[in-house]
């Protein structure tokens, strides 16, 4: 089955450090644009990082510099490294697959894991 | 940047009848790069409608896309109780990943 699994949120003070993780079954993070996608409570989706097949990334602006996108090969994993967490980042974290590679562009997210919660609170 | 408006904000139906979804965009976007996702309480989003009109897999033929340049419209020929959820736009493409707000299909 074809699914994504996200794990790696928690509850963590302001200013510090969160890696998200998301691994995937029956098909290569490497070959697929691959998204992260984040939910506030009561509020609308908002795409906070995108890495294409070739490893070039995509931050909005409201996490650049902060946060970090990657993949592992080995272990068919996407990452993202959130550093100088801010309140504003409470969210539930959601991965998604994006268009295959070889695309010139990635226009849908057609799986998503079930999410994860990050909490910014002191 | 691009934003997204999406209306109505709720849309109140009965099962059986029609659902006429709007996204309006603030400039023009390339159809390539408008997509429509269904979100049910504590589920992630699903995929319904990329591309403006190309339905995803396994999605029901009582969903259709349409639409271009800066007006999209996602429809429901007749909606099923499984249907009421919320639903958003998505422009999904070269370095641009805004969503629209939301619609909210709610039982009337």
């Known amino acids: 089955e074809v699914k994504l699994v996200d794990s790696g949120g928690g509850l963590v003070q302001p200013g510090g450090s969160l890696r998200l993780s998301c691994t995937a079954s029956?098909?290569?993070?490497?070959?697929?644009?691959m998204n992260w996608v984040r939910q506030s409570p009561g509020k609308g989706l908002e795409c906070v990082s995108v890495?294409?097949?070739?490893?070039?990334?995509f931050y909005a602006d409201s996490v650049k510099g902060r946060f970090t996108i990657s993949r592992d090969s080995v272990s068919n994993t996407l990452f993202l490294q959130m550093n100088s967490l801010r309140a504003e980042d409470t969210a539930v974290y959601y991965c998604?697959?994006?268009?295959?590679?070889?695309?010139?562009?990635?226009?849908?997210?057609?799986?998503w894991g079930h999410g994860t919660t990050v909490t910014v609170s002191s | 940047e691009i934003v997204l408006t999406q209306s109505p904000g709720t849309l109140s139906l009965s099962p059986g009848e029609r659902a006429t979804l709007s996204c309006r965009a603030s400039?023009?976007?390339?159809?390539?790069?408008l997509a429509w996702y269904q979100q049910k309480p504590g589920q992630a989003p699903r995929l319904l409608i990329f591309?403006?009109?190309s339905r995803a897999t396994d999605i029901p033929d009582r969903f259709t896309g349409s639409g271009s340049g800066t007006d999209f419209t996602l429809t429901i020929s007749r909606v099923e109780p499984e249907d009421f959820a919320l639903y958003y736009c998505?422009?999904?493409?070269?370095?641009?990943?805004?969503f629209g707000q939301g619609t909210k299909l709610e039982i009337k």
């Open positions: 029956e098909f290569s993070v490497n070959k697929y644009y």
């Open positions: 890495i294409d097949y070739t490893g070039g990334t």
């Open positions: 998505q422009l999904c493409g070269t370095s641009a990943y805004t």
């Open positions: 591309g403006a009109s």
């Open positions: 400039q023009s976007v390339g159809s390539n790069f």
């Open positions: 998604a697959r994006g268009s295959p590679g070889g695309m010139s562009y990635n226009n849908r997210m057609d799986v």
